[in-house]
């Protein structure tokens, strides 16, 4: 598969209006996409569990129009978000050439987060997926071509990532591969696919708790990290590091092996934090509440043998993992322990999600 057959060729201007409406998921990377090429190209193939509690809701209103150049108005909870225009804007330039019909419509873009807007989760990912959904079903009313279910979601994949990398992984379920790997099959740097290989059952229902530990504006933004990756001294080392965690996961995904699934999802965490220390400008993004978590985490799991271990995204909340069948115990220790360093004691509880679903 090449960008060439995402270039929507045909498409009729007599669907002069209409409302689409998509649902799409957040994800949490086990093995960590950072650092990128030229067009939105991963150095590294990364591997995520898609969320099932945190999502986007996007309404996408089109109508026609004859002035030139883009059109839109964006709106979050309601109300008109200025701010939110460049990011949809250079999104919308990046995509124009496999979507043609941008410049023929008005758009008006209402969406609405599950999770607090403030929380410090990265909503690009499930933002960017549910707006290059939404263009999808534009594009399936709009075009005279029949389009298999593979094809749009492969589609909606591809101008995800346009958007925001991480965004390519949120279509699909459960687990999600991004980045040109030899050892699975079909993967590709243009789009997430649905992890073709064998996963054990403890990760079917795998659940996530999300400790809010600073719910403020990041200092570095992650497009700002990444580019912090050129030039970096161990850039190299760290992609080389990333795929080959992508392939150590890969029998203990069949097998479940959870122990060694905790190492290489924490050493992933860490690895991926240690960059941003070493990048120059060097900065850090985890707050001493993170440092506290992942110190009480350690040490209830040397105390108890529970399976629960973490990872981080680009921020200082806590990713708490473990398998569903745990959850009772892990839960109590999370409200007795950990939730005193989560900012006015909030967590989000998720578990892994099967993807994005159309509302309308
Ligand atoms: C640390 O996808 O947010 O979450 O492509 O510049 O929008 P852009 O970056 P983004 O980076 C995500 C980085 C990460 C790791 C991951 O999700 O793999």
């Not at 060439?4 to 045909?10: E, P």
């Not at 506290?292 to 973490?310: E, M, S, Y």
Request: net charge neutral; aromatic share 10%; hydrophobic share 40%.
């Amino acid at each position: 598969m090449t960008e060439v057959q995402f270039i929507l060729k045909s498409y009729s201007k007599t669907k002069e209006s209409g409302q689409v409406t998509w649902e799409s998921p957040s994800n949490i990377a086990l093995v960590k996409y950072w650092g990128k090429k030229k067009g939105q190209i991963p150095e590294n193939t990364s591997i995520s569990f898609t969320l099932s509690n945190c999502k986007t809701i996007t309404t996408v209103s089109f109508e026609p129009k004859s002035t030139n150049g883009f059109e839109f108005e964006v709106y979050l909870d309601g109300e008109k978000k200025e701010d939110f225009k460049p990011k949809i804007e250079t999104f919308f330039k990046r995509i124009e050439g496999y979507v043609p019909f941008l410049k023929d419509f008005k758009f008006k873009i209402e969406t609405k987060n599950t999770f607090p807007h403030s929380s410090g989760i990265a909503s690009s990912a499930s933002g960017m997926s549910a707006l290059a959904l939404c263009l999808m079903s534009i594009e399936q009313l709009v075009s005279q071509v029949e389009m298999t279910d593979s094809y749009f979601n492969q589609k909606a994949s591809f101008l995800a990532r346009l958007g925001s990398g991480s965004a390519c992984r949120s279509i699909e379920g459960n687990l999600v591969v991004w980045g040109n790997h030899h050892a699975i099959p079909k993967s590709s740097d243009l789009f997430g696919i649905k992890y073709p290989l064998e996963v054990h059952k403890v990760f079917h229902n795998y659940q996530d708790t999300i400790l809010l530990v600073d719910q403020g504006q990041k200092q570095v933004s992650s497009t700002i990290g990444h580019n912090l990756m050129h030039g970096h001294p161990f850039a190299q080392d760290r992609f080389k590091q990333a795929n080959a965690n992508i392939e150590k996961l890969i029998p203990v995904l069949s097998s479940g092996d959870l122990e060694t699934f905790i190492e290489l999802m924490e050493s992933e965490a860490l690895s991926l934090h240690a960059m941003m220390m070493t990048s120059l400008p060097y900065f850090i993004l985890m707050k001493p509440h993170t440092l506290a978590i992942i110190n009480k985490i350690w040490a209830f799991r040397k105390q108890t043998g529970l399976p629960v271990g973490f990872t981080l995204d680009a921020g200082a909340n806590v990713h708490v993992l473990y398998p569903e069948k745990e959850k009772n115990k892990i839960l109590e220790f999370i409200q007795n322990e950990l939730v005193a360093f989560c900012e006015n004691e909030q967590y989000i509880c998720d578990q892994i999600g099967f993807g994005a679903n159309q509302i309308q």
